[in-house]
């Protein structure tokens, strides 16, 4: 089996990832869940919850809360908090350091968020030094019109997407395009890093502590994106290209294939270990 290649761009999640916000999505969603008599949120249907589009997320919460209330009152009473709560996200640990070594190793960097444009302005509006290493053209948000309906996370799309608005660029400045296995994924999330090995790319899967406790002993199988969270449909096929090496289109990666590394935090990042060489000398 092949080593991966040098890292040459990095894609990267957002909630829970580089902000605080998978927290309060959790405060918000216990607090209504008490005004009803129902226990907070196990991280066993969290776990299923993160990284999904809003109305996939949506119906797995509905089916296990059972509340006596429609969705739309329960979303109402929930994004009333969120209004309030979002606007104090901060970076988690080691991330601001991450973008920044990133940003001045010359490697290509795009965002791809399962959140909507209005959830994404309240969580980053008052951070904008921080997201600016993503250019505008570099943010793929969950209502992005490039992601057909039903194809967010797990499925590969967002990734795929995000990394052709880094190649698209690289084309017009006559550059050599980044392969998918040059991409490194940053998820906290296992439908996130389910999407990125579909998507042909290496990962990261830096998860809460809540969440690397539930799913001990399935680490590897995460890492591989095989945990069967994308149901795929026969002739079903992701609606951008991944690479052109002979890999099935969509698939997940292998145990032990060396494509995926469980980080327990951002801070202190292992750049040479992904071929990112430092400040000086990277001239990718």
Known sequence: ?????????????????????EDKYTICTNAVLSQYGRPNLPWSIKAQLQGRPGLQAGKIFEEWAQLPVSRDEYMKKVTEMQKKLFPECKALPGVEELLKGMKERGVEMALATSSHSGNFALKTGHLGELFSVFDEEHRVLGDDPRIPPGRGKPAPDIYLVALETINARLRKE?????????????????????????????????????????????????????????????????????????????????????????????????YESYGIKSKQSNHL
């Open 1 to 21: 089996m092949t080593s991966p290649p040098p890292i040459r761009a990095c894609l990267f999640d957002m909630d829970g990832l580089l902000l605080d916000s």
């Open 174 to 270: 006559g550059k050599k395009e980044v392969l998918p296995e040059e991409a490194l994924v940053f998820e906290d999330s296992v439908p996130g890093i389910e999407a990125g090995r579909r998507a042909g790319c290496q990962v990261v899967w830096c998860p809460h502590p809540g969440l690397l406790d539930l799913m001990k002993a399935k680490e590897d199988l995460i890492l591989a994106g095989q945990m069967g969270e994308h149901k795929e449909e026969a002739g079903e096929e992701s609606s951008v290209a991944v690479d052109g090496n002979g890999r099935r289109k969509g698939a997940p990666g292998e145990v032990g294939d060396g494509y995926g590394r469980l980080l327990k935090t951002l801070e202190d990042f292992p």
